[in-house]
């Protein structure tokens, strides 16, 4: 599973947590819509490692999902970037293709 945030998507959370250079911030699984599962979608908030699954760097920021939310992405890798219409970050689930 690969993790990727695009610069333009980082710098929003950037702006909207007013995040610092080195924060960390976990994606999470919670029950919601619009998700890639029915039933639930992800959250993002400030926290600290524990056991990561998947992570990324962008603009300064550490981007991570915890080992415990791996069953969300079932062999999907997810991509953070900015919907120009909705000016927010929207997630993309690609497959994990085998290399």
């Given amino acids: 599973m690969e993790l990727h945030v695009t610069d333009q998507a980082a710098k929003w959370y950037k702006e909207e947590f007013d995040a610092e250079?080195?924060?960390y911030f976990r994606l999470f699984v919670r029950y919601g819509f619009g998700g890639r599962i029915p039933g639930f979608s992800l959250g993002i908030g400030r926290d600290t490692p524990?056991?990561?699954y998947a992570s990324t760097?962008?603009?300064g920021i550490n981007?991570?999902?915890e080992?415990?939310?791996a069953w969300y992405f079932d062999e999907h890798n997810l991509t953070i970037q900015m919907n120009e219409q909705g000016l927010e970050p929207e997630f993309i689930y690609d497959p994990?293709?085998?290399k």
């Fill in 21 to 23: 250079k080195n924060d």
């Fill in 50 to 52: 524990y056991s990561e």
């Fill in 96 to 98: 994990n293709e085998p």
């Fill in 57 to 59: 760097n962008a603009e």
């Fill in 67 to 69: 080992e415990k939310d």
């Fill in 63 to 65: 981007f991570y999902i």
